[in-house]
């Protein structure tokens, strides 16, 4: 049973991450149809700004690599803390250096790929004990 546990964690990052790398592929094609490519630069500034943080968390926790997965409270609270700076970081650097063509675009992306941890009871694999 101890084993699944890494097992099932990693299926489900690797399933959500997907599942977020889906919708801003199709918010990218959804937003080329509204607002030509600049619609489409949009959405995809507004997800990387998502994404990026949380790939930095998955890696500052370790949830991929068993010998280095971290445990307790204030490993948690230092990644979460660092995917927060992280993300204010890009938002600075998204708004100064490359300003969106369509600020509601960027944002719907930003929105709909952190959203995306509300599919979590679909994305986690079922209990093998519980046929």
Do not use: C
Not at 13 to 23: E, G, K, S
Not at 78 to 89: C, D, M, N, S
């Amino acid at each position: 049973m101890q084993r699944y546990e890494p097992q099932r964690r990693k299926t489900y990052t690797l399933r959500l991450v997907i599942a977020q790398l889906i919708i801003t592929l199709v918010g990218m094609l959804a937003a080329y149809l509204v607002a030509d490519v600049k619609g489409m630069s949009s959405v995809f500034k507004g997800a990387l700004v998502a994404l990026l943080p949380h790939a930095f968390f998955i890696q500052r926790m370790g949830i991929f690599n068993a010998r280095r997965r971290t445990r307790g409270a204030m490993h948690l609270f230092r990644a979460e803390a660092g995917k927060f700076g992280l993300t204010v970081a890009l938002f600075v650097a998204v708004f100064v250096a490359a300003p969106p063509s369509n600020p509601a675009l960027f944002f719907y992306a930003y929105v709909a790929v952190v959203l995306t941890h509300w599919l979590t009871p679909w994305l986690m694999p079922r209990d093998r004990t519980t046929n």
